[in-house]
C-alpha cells in the first residue's frame, strides 16, 4: 500500500460539493432526455393533422419539459448527495459571554432566580437556568 488517499474529484458549484464525474453524466442525461424529448415530439405532433405549427412546437416543448424533469428524478436517483453533516455544539464559556456583553455573572444568576415559575421552566427546558446560576457561583437552585 503506498498509504495515500485518494482524492475525489469534487468542485463546488454554487456553493455546494459536487462530484465532477455525477456532474457531467447528469449534465448527458439531462440533455439527451430533454433535446430528445423535444425532437420526438416534434416529429410525433408534426405528423398529426389539424394542429398549428404553433401547437406543434408547443406541445413538442412540453415533452421536452417531461423529459428534463425525467432526468432529474434519474439523476437525483442514481447519484446520492455526498455531503455529510456533522452538528457540533461548541462550549461557551458564560461568564466570559457575560462579561462581553458587559454583564455580571452575579447579577444575572440573581436575576434567573427571581423570575416566574413559567420562564424558569422554559429557561430549564433551554438548559440555560443552570448554566446561568453556575456562572454566578450558585448550584442551580429554584
Known amino acids: 500500500m503506498s498509504g495515500q488517499v485518494k482524492r475525489m474529484p469534487y468542485a463546488e ?42 401547437l ?14 425525467a432526468s432529474g428524478v434519474i439523476a437525483a436517483t442514481l447519484y446520492r448527495p455526498k455531503r455529510v453533516l456533522v452538528e457540533k455544539a461548541e462550549q461557551v464559556d458564560v461568564a466570559e459571554a457575560l462579561a462581553t456583553l458587559g454583564m455580571r455573572p452575579e447579577e444575572e444568576a440573581a ?27 450558585k448550584g442551580g437552585t429554584q
Not at 406543434?56 to 424533469?69: D, E, P, Q, R, S
Not at 436575576?111 to 422554559?122: I, K, L
Open 13 to 54: 458549484v454554487w456553493g455546494d460539493t459536487v462530484d465532477l464525474v455525477h456532474l457531467a453524466s447528469s449534465t448527458v442525461i439531462g440533455i439527451v432526455l430533454t433535446l430528445g424529448g423535444y425532437l420526438v415530439g416534434l416529429q410525433v405532433f408534426s405528423a398529426q393533422k389539424g394542429l398549428s405549427e404553433a
Open 56 to 69: 406543434v412546437k408547443g406541445y413538442a416543448l412540453m415533452v421536452g419539459v417531461t423529459g428534463c424533469v
Open 111 to 137: 436575576a434567573v432566580e427571581s423570575v416566574e415559575a413559567a420562564a424558569r421552566d422554559e429557561l430549564r427546558e433551554l438548559g440555560l437556568f443552570e448554566t446561568l446560576s453556575k456562572a454566578g457561583g
